[in-house]
């Protein structure tokens, strides 16, 4: 059964988390629906070549078709999290920790996963407020 694709917002808001690479830095921008959930992801290089560029744009444009078509963002991660093709650098996220990114798809995942559990976090903070 195939899921219509939802149409996109004229806007969205969104965040964008800056990672190192061999390749040079990677920029992922997760933006999100009015519930808060992820509904398109982009990536660019700053540095590297065209393929860099171009494998980047293809990743983060299927990421986007299944999120708006519904596909759990846990799904997502499990596919892009820990494919390598290049020398693993450590990166800060933005929950404060240090992981080695081993390519252009892991560290998507990582990205994705970190906002994944910040919004459990903030899910579960609002959920023992109501309390």
Known sequence: MTT???PR???LPSTT???NTEYGNLYVTVSVDENGEPFEV???MDKGGSFQ??????????I??????GTPLAEVIGQCQGIAEMQPFFNLLPDGT???VLGLGDGIAHVLKTYLKARKEVREAGARKAA
């Open 4 to 6: 219509a694709t939802r």
């Open 9 to 11: 917002p004229r806007s």
């Open 17 to 19: 988390t800056k990672l």
């Open 42 to 44: 982009f990536g660019h």
């Open 53 to 62: 560029h171009g494998v980047t744009e293809l990743a983060c444009r299927l």
């Open 64 to 69: 986007s078709l299944h999120l708006r078509r």
């Open 98 to 100: 240090s992981v080695p």
